[in-house]
């Protein structure tokens, strides 16, 4: 079956521009993660959806951020006023249980000019 | 707080050498670990994975891991590499709580292979 789907798969912002980045889950996964991945650095989480509820969001690194899964399947994330610092690869994964493999999408690498 | 130290930043070993990535952690209770493997462009593959049980777990593409918990370890180690092993490797953890098991991650060891 289809795995995690993120778009875009490249994305590049001026410095003050909102971005919107998409993730689809596997279908039926019940949980959503975001992960920030900075170069050379292993990925960060960011926040965590069970269905529709998002659960945890203190990865979040500032209130630029924003996420969420309205109806417990595509989930966004969002930057508003993207500054330099948020060039990163934006990884998002799916679980279909809090004991099961988390699944990784491709990730969407943001480039903040 | 958790973490998961990856010592090694950069690796190099010959086609067909043995391999092993270190990774030591700190975590409380009995840990959830994993190694992941990402190649450029890739997204982050599971290799293997220890819940409990046997210490030693076997992986895809003939990786194999060592829980230890006396050294809070769980090197990975491949007894033939291949050039196609050639990626960043990543050790990590799960934070269980009763809603969420975020992953934290170590910060990589990149594996290149001498031809």
Redesign the interface.
Known sequence: GA??SQSPRYKVAKRGQDVALRCDPISGHV?L?W?QQAL??????LT?F?NEAQ??KS?LPSDRFFAERPEGSVSTLKIQRTQQEDSAVY?C?S?LT??D???????TRLTVL | AQSVTQPDIHITVSEGASLELRCNYSYGATPYLFWYVQSPGQGLQLLLKYFSGDTLVQGIKGFEAEFKRSQSSFNLRKPSVHWSDAAEYFCAVVTSSSSASKIIFGSGTRLSIRP
């Open positions: 795995g995690v949980s993660f992960y050379g650095q292993g990925p960060e989480f965590y069970q659960l945890d990865g990884l994964a679980q809090q004991r493999t988390q699944y990784f999408g491709p990730g």
